[in-house]
């Protein structure tokens, strides 16, 4: 027997990510007393600067975006109670197709041999009962999302085996009901295109194919706020628009893929930590 505490280790791409998916477990599994990793894996310099300036905009300073970009992310993991928070510091490759995404430094051209090798080490330190990170379309098909995946399937094969892995997923579902508040909260919102129509409905899986359901509405404020943390991003974060209230109806419970357990918990099951308490 070992008294050292059960351990979930979320890897994510940017600050602003660890709140968005796993909000709610960070904040639930810390009250329950489990040790909370967070990984981000780059420093977001691709995001909004001051006053909304957009990146390759005049005035953008992708310098002094990740340096308030660093400062939101500490404020949201102490929202969070997330016990250690680990940075990469890859540069923020931004969306795909974007010139940043070969920039010398950033994480999609980064060889997944050389992320992955810095993450076992990470694994190999922290010995987590639980991974939480993304598919291998980084769930919408960001590149630095994508990386972070296969930094993260290669970093596990690197390492002794992980009790139970899973990717962040949204059931198809709730993305629709998710489609209609976005139009109750911005009637002005163009209607999207067909192509984009089309792919907004590929993101998620049927519910019937998700094997984790984890309910964390008692913890939705703790999330709302740490969301809100990353101020400097509010244009980005529609989540922010509908209020705590709407906001914990609609993002209270977090979904998963299991993907790997040496346990034997059946599923579906509503607890990362199934099999291991």
């Not at 059960?6 to 007393?33: K, Q, S």
């Not at 997923?169 to 489609?179: D, Q, Y």
């Not at 209609?180 to 295109?193: H, K």
């Not at 969301?227 to 419970?253: C, D, P, T, W, Y």
């Amino acid at each position: 027997m070992t008294d050292r505490p059960l351990t979930l280790m979320a890897v994510h791409a940017h600050p602003d990510d660890e709140a968005t998916g796993t909000g709610g477990i960070l904040a639930r599994y810390a009250a329950e007393g489990m040790r909370t990793v967070l990984v981000t894996c780059t420093d977001g310099g691709c995001g909004d600067g001051p006053g909304g300036v957009k990146p390759g905009d005049p005035g953008h300073d992708p310098t002094a975006v990740t340096a308030m970009r660093r400062q939101e992310l500490q404020a949201s993991c102490d929202v969070l109670k997330i016990s250690d928070l680990e940075m990469l510091g890859y540069a923020d490759s931004g969306m795909m197709g974007w010139a940043t995404n070969d920039a010398p430094g950033s994480f999609w051209r980064t060889p997944v041999e050389e992320g992955a090798a810095r993450l076992a080490e990470l694994m190999r330190h922290y010995r987590p009962d639980v991974v939480v990170t993304y598919d291998e379309y980084g769930f919408y098909g960001h590149p630095d999302h994508i990386q972070a995946h296969r930094i993260t399937m290669a970093a596990l094969e690197m390492t002794a085996p992980t009790p139970k892995v899973y990717w962040t997923t949204a059931p198809r579902s709730m993305m629709r009901r998710f489609g209609e508040v976005m139009r109750e909260f911005g009637a002005d919102m163009p209607a999207p295109d067909p192509a984009e129509a089309a792919a907004m409905a590929e993101i998620g899986l049927p519910d019937d194919e998700i094997t984790t359901w984890v309910d964390a509405t008692a913890f939705s404020g703790q999330k709302f706020d740490a969301l809100a943390a990353h101020a400097s991003q509010g244009e980005n974060i529609f989540f922010l628009k509908m209020g705590k209230e709407r906001f914990g109806e609609l993002m209270g419970v977090e979904t998963f893929v299991r993907v790997r357990d040496t346990t034997g918990a059946a599923v579906p099951e509503n607890d990362l930590f199934a099999g291991l308490r």
